[in-house]
């Protein structure tokens, strides 16, 4: 089955940058699309950034400008560059892969941002 695994996550100071990772198995990854997700204590799950297989990109409004999401087909890697960070951004990270109906979650990996 697929796996999906996060990394990259951490303590940042407001201003500061972080890049996450997520690597996914299987020899179809090309074909999924690809998002990152993420939930803070007492929030709702909400959309970060988002990747289609055609290499689109989505982002929440939260987050444009800051974030960039991209991936490497050869890798079977996605990625989230993580700007101006600000202590509204600390939350757990999802990395969520699709195709079709089928849905794909990592285990997340913490995000915090405090001076």
């Known amino acids: 089955q697929v796996q999906v695994v996060e990394s990259g996550g951490g303590l940042v100071q407001p201003g500061g940058s972080l890049r996450l990772s997520c690597a996914v198995s299987?020899?179809?990854?090309?074909?999924?699309?690809l998002g990152w997700y993420r939930q803070a204590p007492g929030m709702q799950r909400e959309l970060a950034a988002f990747?289609?297989?055609?290499?689109?990109?989505a982002y929440g409004d939260s987050v444009k400008g800051r974030f960039t999401i991209s991936r490497d087909n050869d890798k079977n890697m996605m990625y989230l560059e993580m700007n101006n960070l600000k202590s509204d951004d600390t939350a757990v990270y999802y990395c969520?892969?699709?195709?079709?109906?089928?849905?794909?979650w990592g285990q997340g990996t913490q995000v915090t941002v405090s001076s």
């Open positions: 990747i289609y297989s055609n290499r689109i990109t």
């Open positions: 299987g020899n179809t990854f090309s074909l999924f699309h």
């Open positions: 969520n892969a699709q195709l079709g109906e089928k849905n794909f």
